[in-house]
């Protein structure tokens, strides 16, 4: 049996993302994985999007800047700057147990990699800091293989950790999925999703369900899925699972911090 614990969309947000780590004793004072993680008892899993501030505010908070402006380049480069040396921080803490820490391929993260698509806020704020045809700073060659290999998707027996949805469309952010509102929706309008991929219980991101983690149940109570971008709110998920069992799924908590 495994404990898995499972962090939403960072998007920057490093203060609150070690708070969390911290608070499920996943992180020592180095700043790197505890024992129970080094031996594989505890499996941690950030379901992506580790870039890019959500809000001027989250800029201003990272950078210093307060009001930030992304048109100012000194704002704009101490916001690459400052996610290039948490980011460092965070690969030396995956390299130290990559067996038992898994950091999956967000669409923000996607578009530092390849910045084809210019991401923004709804009020307007295009996150520009990487892209150095914008003005941006070229993300570092050692942090772009590194996140170069992020996995799109972690499947454990009929647990699933992906980024958006089980939908195989929602693992690959091109143009179709831009356009697609459904990897904003599907769990409010089709939640049935998960159930007809055959799994057991499906861990995802990308869309703030609102009042922090969402876990939804079948009909019959049984817990389905869980949307867990709910950093802000300062909550993470805690699964227990037995990929040998007849019932694998032993247990299931929104962990408060």
Known sequence: MHKFIAIGDIHADWDTFWDALRAASCVDADGLPTAPVRL????????????????????????GCDPFDMNDEDHRLIAAREQVRQLEKLQRYHEAAPHA????????????????????TSGGLKHTEFDPERGGLMLPPHLHAWMSRFPRELRVGGLQFAHVSPLPGHLYYDDLFY?????KTWFRETPEYVGMAGLVFGVYGHTRPGEGVLLHRTEDGQPSFAIIDALAER??????????????LRGVSVVPF
Do not use: C, W
């Open 179 to 183: 356009s697609d509102r459904s990897a």
């Open 101 to 120: 820490v898994h950091v999956l391929l967000g669409n923000h993260d996607h578009a530092v990699l390849d910045p084809r698509f210019v991401l923004g």
């Open 40 to 63: 594989g008892r505890y499996q941690v899993v950030l379901i992506g999007d580790l870039v890019h501030p959500k809000s001027p505010q989250g800029y201003a908070r990272l950078t």
């Open 235 to 248: 909550e993470y998920l805690e699964l227990l699972y037995d990929a040998g069992a007849e019932h694998p």
